[in-house]
């Protein structure tokens, strides 16, 4: 996915190797997301056009709100420029978490499916030991990846998930090649 210098989840890999600390992925593997069968978004007629929006871009239906047209923007102008950092992973996480009760919790299959695959690691994780974790993913998940709620809620079955051989490798993008993407996505 794109990634750059700035992406919390390229710093959270330097900050591990520098330090010393475990890293641990989480999220679905790519030999799991490169079978899946359409990409996120949803087309789904069950899912109401108010929940899509929001589960599609929250950052974006939130920018849409506060009457900005551009949720990177919206994002830059009230989070990345945050000074009491202490709070604002709880303030984001309770933001998402509205948005996610008023979804009722609907959302594209991909995405249940990879938060389903994360809540089973982190379960993995606890259950090894690891006491203190730190998790770095997208603001939308979370709500749905706190230790409360993990430890909350039950471990999914992954029996009839389609693999192939896949390999990757971790290289920073360039501005340009971000550019070339609607939305920051790593």
């Not at 009457?67 to 923007?73: F, L, P, Q, S």
């Not at 604002?88 to 509205?98: D, K, N, S, T, W």
């Not at 008023?102 to 982190?122: C, F, I, K, N, S």
């Not at 051989?165 to 340009?176: E, Q, V």
Request: proline share 7%.
């Amino acid at each position: 996915l794109p990634m750059a210098v700035f992406s919390p989840e390229y710093q959270a890999l330097r900050y591990a190797w520098t330090h010393a600390v475990p890293v641990h992925c989480i999220d679905l593997p790519a030999a799991i997301s490169l079978c899946l069968p359409k990409a996120k978004g949803t087309d789904d007629e069950t899912m109401p056009e108010a929940c899509a929006q929001i589960a599609n871009d929250p950052i974006g239906y939130l920018a849409r709100q506060a009457g900005y047209r551009d949720g990177e923007r919206w994002w830059e102008s009230h989070f990345e420029r945050w000074t009491d950092h202490e709070h604002l992973f709880g303030i984001v996480g309770e933001l998402m978490g509205a948005l996610r009760e008023q979804t009722g919790g609907m959302d594209d299959p991909e995405t249940l499916l990879r938060e389903g695959w994360m809540r089973r690691q982190l379960h993995a994780l606890l259950a090894s030991g690891c006491r203190r974790l730190a998790v770095v993913c997208g603001a939308w998940h979370a709500p749905v990846l706190s230790r409360a709620h993990v430890e909350t809620t039950p471990d999914l079955p992954f029996s009839e998930t389609k693999t192939c051989i896949a390999a990757g490798a971790i290289i920073p993008w360039t501005y340009r090649h971000i550019a070339l993407t609607p939305a920051y996505t790593a």
